[in-house]
């Protein structure tokens, strides 16, 4: 009876630790999303999308809860084992301000934005979630916004999200994939820093 | 009987090789686009006619119609829509989106004066947007080959036969009395639609590094998004 009491309250006490230690994936998804709205709000350069202050931000709050090295490895798709780690860190740095620049031009549509995250439907396996949210400004239809995460020893991580259907790194792939067969992994990057500072000129024009 | 075996091998090997041919010609990365070859024509076409004409269009009445106005003009539009969007959705007995939208478009229509003011949204009626092509998705009708129709854009053999639904059901052209009322009012319906993408466009360069590949997915994937919800 009492190594009964004893194994409950030694079960008890280690599934406590392991939801305090592992927030939900929906969880990590709601409190993010609503920061970097509350952060955009408080910051009128923020809103008007202004690089420098998006560049601050995204350091701060998006790249904690990314895997970035995931994100890009999946985009470059199979060629990614073959780059040298000096490649491999050229094409996250360019890469992540490619999606930086994707992502800058709507961000004057956050202060309206309201998140709904969506209860998770059927059966979840266990280190890989897909996280989905609508996200609503007024007057228009809502917008889904889908998360791919995966439990990494840090906790919950992105490593693709889906706007309105759209795959972020899936589009990537398909797209990369041509380049790199034509080109090389070093034509790919420069490729993405091409585009990146014409979009550049382009957004400061 | 030797004679008509060569004459069959030579008849099947031209028709394979002129098949193949074709194929190559209109060859394509995606199987859902055996019509590449066209698709990227018309393709280029409209980029060109965007560039010359309908976006500089849409970036002069961006900057000098005020934003208010622009929002009433965007409602308005979007009310009818919502009328639309109401007949979509009792067709694919979702008879509780579509009395949502009954009700937007009523709210709008009169304490929102014609649909000028969006007065649903602020009483938490969320907007939805329906067409004929989701319709027959819903209903099982697959999207078919990929298509790009002339100044409409991305579509696919299902959806531009929607679209056409669409166009002669569209309430605006019943309720526009002559001609010259119609022509504007799809003018203005036009230019409103770009100047609203406008905001979306960089995003759309950064992801596309081939645009015509990137349009194809983005077309694909949204569609499916639609028709699932």
């Known amino acids: 009876m009492l190594i009964k009491l004893l194994i409950t309250m030694l079960l008890g006490s280690v599934s406590q630790f392991a939801t305090a230690e592992t927030a939900k994936p929906e969880d990590v998804i709601s409190s993010i999303t609503q920061e970097i709205i509350n952060e955009i709000k408080s910051k009128p350069d923020l809103a008007s999308g202004n690089l420098g202050s998006v560049n601050q931000l995204v350091d701060k709050k998006v790249m904690p809860i990314l895997d970035f090295e995931k994100m890009t490895s999946l985009a470059v798709g199979k060629e990614w084992r073959s780059a040298t780690e000096s490649q491999k860190s050229n094409l996250m740095k360019v890469f992540r301000q490619l999606l930086l620049l994707t992502y800058s031009g709507s961000i004057k549509f956050a202060e309206q934005a309201k998140v709904q995250i969506l209860p998770p439907r059927g059966k979840q396996n266990g280190k890989n979630v897909v996280v989905k949210t609508r996200v609503s400004v007024p007057g228009r239809q809502a917008v889904p916004i889908n998360y791919r995460m995966k439990m990494t020893e840090d906790g919950w991580k992105i490593y693709d999200l889906n706007v309105l259907g759209l795959w972020l790194v899936e589009n990537y792939r398909v797209q990369f994939s041509q380049i790199v067969s034509s080109k090389g992994i070093d034509g790919l990057i420069k490729e993405i820093d091409d585009k990146n500072r014409n979009l550049m000129s382009k957004s400061n024009s | ?229």
Not at chain 2, 59 to 82: A, W
Not at chain 2, 118 to 123: E, G, I, L, N
């Open chain 2, 1 to 229: 009987m030797k004679i008509y075996c060569l004459v069959t091998i030579i008849l099947i090997s031209i028709l394979a090789s002129g098949c193949a041919g074709l194929l190559r010609h209109e060859g394509s990365s995606d199987p859902r686009d055996p019509w590449e070859g066209t698709n990227r024509a018309i393709f280029k076409f409209n980029e060109s006619v965007d560039k010359t004409i309908l976006k500089p269009l849409a970036q002069g009445y961006e900057k000098n119609v005020p934003q208010k106005m622009r929002m009433h003009i965007t409602n308005f539009f979007s009310n009818l829509g919502d009328l639309m969007t109401a007949i979509q959705h009792a067709l694919q007995l979702d008879f509780r989106s579509s009395t949502e939208s009954v009700t937007r478009f009523l709210v709008n229509s009169t304490v929102g004066i014609l649909g000028f003011n969006d007065v649903a949204s602020k009483f938490g009626v969320a907007k939805t947007d329906e067409d004929t092509g989701q319709t027959l998705g819903t209903y099982g009708v697959s999207s078919g080959p990929y298509l790009v129709l002339p100044l409409f854009g991305p579509s696919s053999v299902r959806d531009g036969l929607g679209r056409i639904v669409d166009l002669f059901a569209d309430p605006l052209n019943s309720i526009a009395n002559s001609k010259e009322t119609k022509v504007v009012a799809n003018a203005l319906k036009v230019v409103d639609t770009r100047a609203r993408l406008l905001s979306a466009e960089q995003a759309f360069d950064a992801l596309a590094f081939d645009r015509y590949v990137a349009m194809r997915s983005a077309y694909f994937a949204i569609r499916e998004s639609q028709i699932e919800d």
